[in-house]
């Protein structure tokens, strides 16, 4: 209260000091400075602590980036390399976008035509000639957009109104130390020696000053055989060789998501940052990963073809799964490495032999090229998730209480377990349930007994997303659609079938084939 009273004395008395001292307007330049001098020597002593206007607003830096190939994002911004806090904020801030899995299907025939042509012989005389040729005729040529959250629109939800698209947060994940990766080389190394190594170690020779070793070369062709597998199959990129080989995870949507599990490197994604921009390399190159999982694509490829084959069709037929939006690259801020960037100026040096003498330098030049590639988000189709609210729980046992042959009250305890619906192995054979009972069920259930407790699906099923498209993608066979636009949803037509009596107990096979 004394400190209250005392700075308003003092500003009541600098407020009278200035209205004895203003000069008038026909004094001169000089008074007005000396009245200036005098009123500023102790002014500065006076704060104001509460300022009656808002603090300015706050604009978060917008780094210079482009897109390139399927919708790739490219920066050279000088600011995120030499920045970490600016490259770890760029790299949160594009990962917000989902990647997009785009369907493609096409289907050509060939056809035999003949026509006339003119030929001029030694003698110089012209005569027509029929000539044969073998014609290619586009039947169809459509493609379906798959995004994280967005294919929940296609379906309805239980209150009968249509899907929306489900906000999907991306999980960090970093490559594990003992799995390899681009960490600063143009190769790949090791940070601790891979488990899977028996007696056949790698010599102390190997290892250089910061502690990696170069993986081998049958080391890396076994390592990409697997990545392969597990993202056909829809695993996430955290999930090891060994836990789905030894039957320890068996559907991707189970995977856990703890931090633990996903960020298994022994450096942050931050820290991987620092060190990207404390390297003076002038080709290096920092990539940042987004992969979709929970859906196994390679099984849901091979339905799309027997679908399309049973219009019936006997064309060539194209199917393919081709991902968009999946990488984030930052490249220095040079001439060098920007005309890398641009691929009709990488092509002019490939055609004028300048390309291979860059790789070169890249390559075994020590202030040359350097990857980074230990880092990404997962994008969850669908994901097994605990049970947590009452709402859920209930919806829980209402749901297992309407199960065709159990007609009792149920708690969360009575919930099946979640392998009776695990029915699909890692290597894409049939698996026999081992509750025959509830074979024909569980496979549409969204709540499951787990050993952690029970747990709810969040997202929508492969089976499920293709019944709602599978008379789209018939049609668009039929009608012999072609367009490079994906087909848009259509949320209504499937709700309003639904609502018909007895579509959902109709068998999954035509009532009249071809």
């Known amino acids: 209260m004394i400190l209250e009273n005392t700075a308003a004395d003092d500003k009541s008395k600098l407020s009278k000091k200035y209205s004895d001292n203003v000069p008038n307007e026909g004094q001169s330049n000089a008074s007005t400075s000396s009245y200036l001098n005098g009123a500023n020597e102790r002014d500065h002593l006076l704060v104001d602590l509460n300022p009656q206007g808002p603090p300015p607003d706050f604009s978060p830096y917008q780094a210079e980036h482009f897109e390139v190939g399927y919708d790739d994002v490219v920066s050279h911004d000088p600011h995120l390399n030499s920045d970490g806090e600016a490259l770890y904020r760029f790299l949160l801030a594009q990962s917000s976008s989902c990647p997009i899995y785009r369907l493609h299907c096409k289907g050509t025939h060939t056809e035999s035509r003949t026509r006339w042509v003119s030929q001029r012989d030694s003698h110089g005389r012209t005569r027509n000639v029929q000539e044969t040729y073998n014609d290619t005729i586009t039947d169809f040529n459509f493609c379906i957009d798959i995004i994280p959250g967005d294919v929940d629109a296609s379906l309805s939800t239980h209150d009968g109104m249509p899907g929306r698209t489900r906000i999907v947060k991306p999980v960090q994940w970093t490559v594990p130390d003992d799995e390899p990766a681009y960490r600063g080389k143009m190769v790949r190394e090791y940070e601790v020696e ?40 829809g695993f996430p990129p955290w999930v090891r060789e060994h836990d789905v080989s030894s039957g320890l995870l068996r559907d991707p949507a189970s995977a856990s998501i703890s931090e633990k599990d996903t960020l298994k490197s022994s450096k942050t994604l931050r820290q991987w940052a620092d060190e990207y921009c404390a390297s003076p390399k002038y080709l290096k190159e920092f990539v940042y990963s987004k992969e979709a999982y929970g859906w196994n694509m390679e099984q849901l490829e091979r339905a799309v073809r027997a679908t ?46 300048i390309f291979p003498f860059v790789w070169l330098y890249k390559r075994f030049h020590p202030r040359g090229g350097g990857r980074w590639e230990v880092c990404g988000g997962a994008y969850a189709l669908k994901q097994w998730v605990p049970v947590e609210s009452e709402q859920d729980a209930v919806a829980a046992a209402a749901e297992f209480s ?27 054979s049939a698996m026999p349930p081992r509750n025959p009972s509830s074979s024909s069920s569980s496979s549409s259930r969204r709540f499951m007994q787990t050993p952690t407790g029970p747990k709810k699906l969040v997202g929508i099923k492969e089976g499920e997303w293709y019944k709602s498209w599978e008379g789209a993608i018939t049609r668009a066979v039929i009608g012999r659609y072609q367009s490079d636009i994906p087909l848009p949803r259509n949320a209504w037509s499937t709700i309003q079938a639904r609502s018909l009596d007895g579509y959902t107990d109709a068998p999954h096979v035509p009532l009249v084939n071809f």
């Open 308 to 353: 399309i084959q049973s219009t019936p069709y006997n064309g060539t037929l194209t199917v393919e799964l081709t991902p968009h939006n999946t990488k984030i690259y930052v490249r220095p801020d040079n001439k060098l490495s920007r005309m890398l960037s641009n691929k009709w100026l990488k092509f002019l040096s490939i055609i004028l032999l």
């Open 194 to 233: 891979p488990y899977s190594v028996t007696a056949a170690a790698s010599s102390a020779e190997e290892w250089n000053e910061s502690g990696r070793r170069k993986a081998r070369r049958k080391e890396t062709k076994a390592y990409d055989k697997w990545v392969e597998m597990r993202t056909a199959h």
């Open 402 to 428: 309407t199960t065709p042959g159990n007609s009792r009250s149920t708690t969360l305890d009575d919930l099946p377990s979640y392998e009776d619906a695990a029915d699909v192995s890692v290597t894409g």
